[in-house]
Each structure stands twice: as structure tokens, then as C-alpha cells.
């Protein structure tokens, strides 16, 4: 039976190499796949990982209809034998319902990526779509970690290494981004504590919290 997958997890998991290696492992056997991408780092029409991998794809635009654009493309008397949608969480709820739609009349699997929460762990709306439709949810194996070493769940966005929020819920970016706005994974223990790699490391450092000398 084809599937809706959502395979989920924070920033820096390994989401769009795992999509990358479903596509390689397909393709290989002769299948063709639909490629989807909304806004991924490396431009428009581009689904990369940070591995270095890096693949073609369709960029989706606001109110693009993704079920339509199946069935153009194989009336058209073209292939898709499978669908990835890479960037899952800023697709919009109704193109969640398009791609249900596509296991369901057009009999292809979906495969879908993204992270679950935003930087305030809140859900983002196509992710929250995909929680209340996917036939499967994925939590994938490699789990990114926090600075303590515990399993990072959560994401956190930072300027300068300090967590912010406050700010708009998408900002395309990267984690390590040094002094720009950027993003971190953490446990949710130190997101809830506001708790970033640099914040910790400036609190070692702090003379507060030295030991006292009793000489
Ligand atoms: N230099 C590296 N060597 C080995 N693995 C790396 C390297 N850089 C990144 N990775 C792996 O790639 C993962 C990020 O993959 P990516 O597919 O870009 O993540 P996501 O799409 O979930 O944000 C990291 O968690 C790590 O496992
Ligand atoms: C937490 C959070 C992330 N984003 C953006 C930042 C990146 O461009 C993508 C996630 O990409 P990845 O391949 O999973 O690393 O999402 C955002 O716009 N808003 C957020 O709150």
C-alpha cells in the first residue's frame, strides 16, 4: 500500500540526506521521483545536505497545487513513481491535504521531511498537517545532540550564540552561523532554560560562578 511518511527531527539531523539516499536507492532501480523543495539553503530548486550531497528540485510555491501538478506532469506522459517533499514544515496545511491525496488517488508513496517545531517549540502548521495525516511518523535514527550530550529535541534560534524569541516564525539558516542569526539544537531541559552552547560556556566562565578562594 503506498504511504504518507513524515520523517521528523530537529535541524541538523540528517532529514535531507536520508530523502537523498531514498532517492539514490530508487532511482537506481529505474524508478523516477517527484522531487519537492520549499526554501532550502543552498537556493531555489535545490535539495541539499550538508553531507556535501545535493539534487534538483521542484520549488514550491505559496498556493502551488501539488496534487494538480501530479496529475499535469503524468498526463503529460511523464514519470513519477514516487514523491519527495524535502522542507516539509513550510508547506502550507492545504498542500499537506494535496499530498495525502497523491498516495491516495494516484497510488504513489510520499515521503515527507521536516522539522516538527519551530524555534519557540511551537508546530509548525504543514508539520502539525503532517502529524494528523502521515500513515507513519519517523523519528530518525542518528540523533543530533545537545551541548550536555543529551538527545537534542528541540530547536533554538540564536544571534551571536544566545537564544532568541522573539521574531518571525520562518528565517531560512543554518546552525554554527557564528555571530549571525542562526540556529542550535539543544535538549529541552536547556531550551526551556534558554541555554545555548555560549551562554553555558560564558556562565563557566563567569567569576560568579568560580570557586572561591579561601585564602
Ligand atoms: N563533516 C561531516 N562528517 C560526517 N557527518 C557530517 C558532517 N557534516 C554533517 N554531517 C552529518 O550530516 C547531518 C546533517 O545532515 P542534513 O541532511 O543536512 O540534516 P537535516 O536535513 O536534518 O538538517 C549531521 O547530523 C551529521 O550526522
Ligand atoms: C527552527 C526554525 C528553523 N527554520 C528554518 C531554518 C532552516 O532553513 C530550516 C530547517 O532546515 P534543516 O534542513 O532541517 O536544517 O528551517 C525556520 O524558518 N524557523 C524556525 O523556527
Given at each position: ?9 530537529t535541524?541538523?539531523?540528517?532529514k ?50 501539488l ?27 492545504e ?30 502548521p ?48 543554518d ?41
Amino acid at each position: 500500500m503506498p504511504e504518507l511518511v513524515f520523517f521528523s527531527g530537529t535541524m541538523d539531523c540528517g532529514k535531507s540526506t536520508l530523502a537523498l539516499q531514498i532517492e539514490h536507492n530508487r532511482s537506481a532501480r529505474g524508478l523516477t521521483g517527484m522531487i519537492f523543495t520549499r526554501d532550502d539553503r543552498a537556493g531555489e530548486g535545490k535539495l541539499s545536505s550538508r553531507l556535501g550531497l545535493v539534487t534538483d528540485a521542484v520549488e514550491v510555491e505559496d498556493g502551488q497545487d501539488l496534487y494538480a501538478y501530479l496529475v499535469d506532469h503524468l498526463s503529460q506522459g511523464r514519470r513519477a513513481d514516487y514523491v519527495i517533499a524535502d522542507e516539509a514544515q513550510f508547506l502550507a496545511p492545504e498542500q499537506i491535504d494535496q499530498l495525502a491525496r497523491v498516495v491516495d488517488d494516484l497510488a504513489l508513496d510520499v515521503f515527507a521531511f521536516g522539522i516538527t517545531t519551530d524555534f519557540r517549540s511551537k508546530l509548525f502548521p504543514g508539520s502539525q498537517r503532517l502529524v494528523e495525516l502521515a500513515d507513519r511518523v519517523e523519528v530518525l535514527q542518528v540523533e543530533a545532540l545537545c551541548w550536555c550530550g543529551a538527545r537534542a529535541t528541540h530547536n533554538a534560534r540564536t544571534i551571536g550564540g544566545a537564544m532568541v524569541v522573539e521574531g518571525a516564525q520562518v528565517v531560512v539558516g543554518d546552525v554554527d552561523q557564528g555571530d549571525d542569526i542562526g540556529y542550535e539544537v539543544l535538549c529541552r531541559r536547556h531550551h526551556s532554560r534558554r541555554m545555548t552552547a555560549a551562554t553555558a560556556h560564558a556562565a563557566a566562565l563567569s567569576p560568579d560562578v568560580l570557586p572561591v578562594s579561601s585564602s
